[in-house]
């Protein structure tokens, strides 16, 4: 499975962005997807992640309420709407598929990994 994350960019303080994450060599319908960050100098840190039937959302308290979740099994794509950005979401961005139809949080149980997109936010 191949993973290509795209959308990323510059955007000002409370500015969106749409991620994207489209697969290849294999349907992800039966994966569970999660996003993922890591800034410079600090750990990658999980931010969202969806079941397969996208039944099932999780994020991190810090994106609470401003980042959204979605999939579209047809498209063999998952998307990270992302609002009202802030200087500490910047990052570069993974996206990530796990086998089977539970979500997690954690990255070491996901199976295949994107190339991630830089997010900048700054004015």
């Known amino acids: 499975v191949q993973l290509q994350a795209s959308g990323g960019g510059l955007v000002q303080p409370g500015g969106s962005l749409r991620l994207s994450c489209t697969a290849s060599?294999?349907?992800?319908?039966?994966?569970?997807t999660g996003w993922f960050r890591q800034a410079p100098g600090k750990e990658r840190e999980f931010v969202a992640a969806?079941?397969?039937?996208?039944?099932?959302?999780y994020y991190v308290d810090s994106v609470k309420g401003r980042f959204t979740i979605s999939r579209d099994n047809a498209k063999n794509t998952v998307y990270l709407q992302m609002n009202s950005l802030k200087p500490e979401d910047t990052a570069v961005y993974y996206c990530?598929?796990?086998?089977?139809?539970?979500?997690?949080?954690?990255?070491?149980?996901?199976?295949?990994w994107g190339q991630g997109t830089q997010v900048t936010v700054s004015s």
């Open positions: 060599g294999r349907t992800i319908s039966s994966y569970a």
């Open positions: 969806i079941s397969w039937s996208a039944i099932n959302t």
């Open positions: 990530a598929l796990r086998r089977g139809s539970i979500a997690s949080i954690r990255a070491y149980e996901y199976d295949y």
